[in-house]
């Protein structure tokens, strides 16, 4: 569906230079290593478990460097994949109150996510969204209700721009506090639109806040190797 392709065109929109923008890949495969081609840019991967404390460190180390864009590719998986907060929730006893002693975790990580002094780009995978619903005959089951984001509930809200990407490469935007964007349709997105989101984070912004943008697809992207020095 292409999040990792667009939020490398944002990204690079943004920066106009390709050694300015930092990867951070979580997961089992190299999304972002396959698009080497198009730039110098730098790849951090994470390996497995893809705990809260390790992504954030990620940040900070890619902040540290100097770079002015990261992506981090997938949140998804810091959120239900190999360590991440759902298999932490999982691994403890309910009499242990495991998300009260979590969410903490959680929301530690973003807000180093949030208040990183960049650029900072996420992708998150959709899954379907499934409710519990009683048939004529009295019987539960569960039914599917389109899709939803594989992360935390009203993660919305911690974002400036929310895009959905189609299997067709088009966006959608669910959120957009810039209002430059097409309002209520799929459109084409790519470097023209990041240059005129470049010129909002310079002109309509505090140059001290920092520009986030989330990316929501279908596709399942995962991947994970040893973390180089950059």
Excluded at 104 to 130: E, G, V, W, Y
Excluded at 135 to 150: L, P, R, T
Excluded at 214 to 230: F, N, Q, R, W
Aim: proline residues 4%; glycine residues 6%.
């Amino acid at each position: 569906s292409g999040k990792t392709y667009t939020a490398l065109e944002l990204a690079y929109g943004i920066t106009q230079d390709w050694t300015k923008i930092v990867g951070i890949d979580i997961g089992e495969r190299n999304g972002l290593s396959l698009y080497a081609d198009k730039g110098a840019f730098k790849v951090l991967k994470l390996p497995a478990p893809y705990t809260p404390e390790q992504l954030a460190e990620a940040v900070k180390y890619c902040e540290s460097k100097g770079f002015e864009a990261i992506i981090i590719d997938s949140l998804t998986n810091m959120y239900s994949g190999d360590g991440g907060i759902l298999e932490i929730v999982d691994s403890m006893n309910a009499k242990e109150m495991p998300w009260k002693k979590v969410a903490p975790r959680l929301k530690k990580c973003m807000s180093t996510i949030l208040t990183a002094n960049c650029h900072i780009f996420c992708t998150l995978r959709q899954k379907s969204d499934k409710v519990m619903e009683e048939s004529e005959n009295k019987k539960k089951a569960f039914v599917k209700k389109g899709m939803k984001d594989d992360f935390k509930p009203d993660s919305d809200y911690d974002f400036d721009l929310v895009l959905e990407m189609s299997r067709d490469h088009h966006a959608f935007a669910h959120k957009d506090r810039t209002r430059l964007l097409p309002d209520n349709q799929w459109f084409e997105i790519g470097e023209e639109q990041a240059k005129m989101i470049a010129k909002w984070t310079k002109d309509g912004i505090n140059p001290n806040d920092e520009y986030l943008a989330t990316i929501s697809t279908y596709e399942i992207v995962k991947d994970t190797v040893a973390t180089p020095e950059l």
